[in-house]
């Protein structure tokens, strides 16, 4: 017996040191930690059980039967972050470069099977040369599997991606089909066709780096939602996102300890709508004031600056928040920002996560750019997700809810539950000076007149009196007030149902 326990732990050392200590002094040499340093650190400590830590590749072809490391270069299964479920896939790269097999992406299906059965989060780190080249056909059949699992999985439980070394080709279709990528600058990279490729066929030269590193993916193309500046600060913000989702689409959001008060007077924010309308403020301010211990986490922070979208508490429970940024292109609405911010709310309304929305919005931003690139379409998918989203929705309007933009922003007309405004709100179908050139275009007089009939405009539409009138307001309340409202709002929704009609699925404009 005791010859047998020896041989089991022999065993299990061997599949520990993954491709021997020369690879894993290499991959620490380029400031990556191991697959299994990254599972130790995401997790709770000592809460990692793996799953077929002997798994062995079966391929013959090109000399591989000699050369079947324990694991095939992914350490899969399941622990707790805080004390919650989640599954883990970790691919070696020290293990044939991380690179994907028949085998290899059978680990990673069962463990996603698993997910999806028992209701928890699936959270993949990529680190891979691709699909194993000796293995032809099989590795990318392995790959189709896992997709098809990510579409299936798509909305039942939140997947998290963290990519922490190369992931090119199809490979990088199974992360972007996850709710959310988190990069790592300088070490990870993704891409359709590499450097390289790039080189022969459009003659561009550019790095890794720069087609698709961490500051690319989070500035540019907006694929990744946050760049960190090494493995441990990823994985430790993976953790802190996790404790804000619920870890499947069947639970309500998360309820954790608060020490703020619900009903806390914020008198600083009267003031913080300037005199000038054209002025901007920082709208962060105001997410900071409204929520739990000014807890605020944001997703996609470096992208379309002018929309902001992140993650807050109020009394203890997730509150999605989507902002318009006064500070960034007045807080227009565009292309990238209707783009992020419609990802988010639906993002939220799959895992009934209340979506709070703050307004501060002059229109749409015009221009051929904006018209080319179809914004009409993007600017669709935002009001699309606002109109199909069930769950709590509470908005508040700080100041502009202009034109199409004012219907847009989770209006009344969206099915918001609450929609409240400040004293400082315009609610109209456009500025005061831009409606007043319209409205007397034959007599617009002298700039005496101008003045007086852009007032007379103010007087009337540049308030939130007229929309309350009709109940499209349903309170006009004070700013300092706004923590307490709001989370009365949320609290009095915890048990909003609303069905939408039977359908098999949506057809949202894309
Ligand atoms: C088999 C691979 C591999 C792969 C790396 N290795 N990628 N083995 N299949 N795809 C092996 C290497 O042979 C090497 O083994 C070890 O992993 C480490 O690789 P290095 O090249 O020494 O590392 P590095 O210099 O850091 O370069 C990393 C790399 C490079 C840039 C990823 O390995 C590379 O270009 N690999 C091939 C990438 C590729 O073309 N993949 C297929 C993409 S298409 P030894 O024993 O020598 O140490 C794809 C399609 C997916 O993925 C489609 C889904 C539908």
């Known amino acids: 017996m005791k010859d047998i326990l020896e041989e089991l732990e022999s065993r299990r050392a061997d599949a520990r040191l993954g491709g021997g ?27 990692f ?38 599954y883990v896939f970790s691919q070696d790269f020290t293990v044939l470069g991380g690179s994907v097999s028949a085998t290899h992406a059978q680990k990673i299906c069962k463990i996603m099977d698993m997910a999806v059965e028992n ?50 080709g199809g490979a990088v279709y199974s992360p972007a089909m996850t709710d959310f990528i988190f990069m790592v600058k300088d070490s990870s990279y ?19 780096e720069e087609l698709g590193g961490a500051v690319t993916h989070t500035r540019k193309s907006s694929v ?32 954790r300890p608060f020490f703020d008060e619900p009903g806390r007077v914020e008198t600083s924010l009267d003031t913080l709508i300037p005199d000038n309308p054209n002025m901007p403020y920082d709208m962060k301010e105001l997410i900071h004031k409204i929520a739990d211990e000014a807890d605020f986490y944001e997703i996609q922070a470096e992208f ?32 990238d920002s209707s783009r992020k911010a419609a990802r988010f709310v639906r993002f939220c ?41 069930t769950v709590p929705k509470v908005t508040v309007i700080t100041r502009k809810a202009y034109g199409g933009a004012y219907v847009v922003m989770a209006s009344k007309h969206l099915r918001a539950d609450f929609n409240y405004a400040w004293p400082t709100s315009e609610i109209a179908v456009m500025g005061a000076k831009g409606a007043t050139e319209i409205i007397y275009r034959s007599d617009l007089g002298d700039a005496e007149k101008i003045a007086a009939h852009t007032k007379s405009y103010e007087d009337r539409f540049a308030n939130p009196f007229i929309a309350a009138e009709r109940g499209f307001i349903d309170e006009v309340i004070q700013p300092r007030s706004t923590r307490m409202r709001v989370s009365r709002a949320f609290a009095s929704l915890r048990n909003k149902t609303k069905k939408m009609p039977w359908k098999k699925h949506d057809n949202i404009p894309l």
């Not at 109020?314 to 007045?330: D, K, R, S, W």
């Open 49 to 86: 059980e793996e799953f077929d830590m002997f798994m062995a590749h079966r391929c013959t072809d090109f000399g591989m039967e000699k050369n079947r490391p324990y694991g095939d270069g992914v350490v899969t299964g399941w622990g707790t972050i805080n004390g919650r479920q989640v």
């Open 304 to 335: 379309a600056k002018n929309m902001i979208t992140g993650f807050i508490r109020l009394e203890g429970q997730t509150v999605g928040v989507v902002a318009n940024q006064p500070m960034v292109l007045a807080g227009c609405l565009d292309i």
């Open 119 to 168: 209701g928890a989060p699936v959270i993949g780190i990529n680190d891979s040369g691709g699909a194993r080249i000796q293995e032809g056909v099989d590795s990318l059949a392995g790959y189709g599997e896992v997709f098809q699992r990510n579409i299936e999985a798509s909305g039942v439980v939140p997947q998290i991606s963290v990519i922490m070394g190369p992931c090119a």
């Open 21 to 47: 200590e020369a690879r894993i002094e290499a991959q620490h040499g380029r400031g990556k930690l191991t697959a299994r340093e990254r599972v130790e650190l995401l997790l709770d400590e000592g809460s």
């Open 224 to 255: 990744a939602d946050a760049a960190f500046e090494n493995d441990v600060e990823a994985l430790a913000e993976v953790r802190r996102l996790v404790d804000f989702l619920p870890l499947n689409n069947r639970e309500k959001p998360p309820k």
């Open 190 to 208: 993704m891409f359709v066709t590499g450097p390289d490729v790039v080189k022969t066929v459009t003659n561009e030269q550019v790095t890794a």
């Open 349 to 389: 309304d799959c895992f009934e996560i209340p979506i709070l929305t703050l307004v501060d919005v002059p229109g749409f931003l015009p221009g051929t750019g904006q018209e080319y690139g179809g914004v009409i379409k993007h600017g669709a998918k935002l009001l699309y997700a606002y109109g199909e989203a």
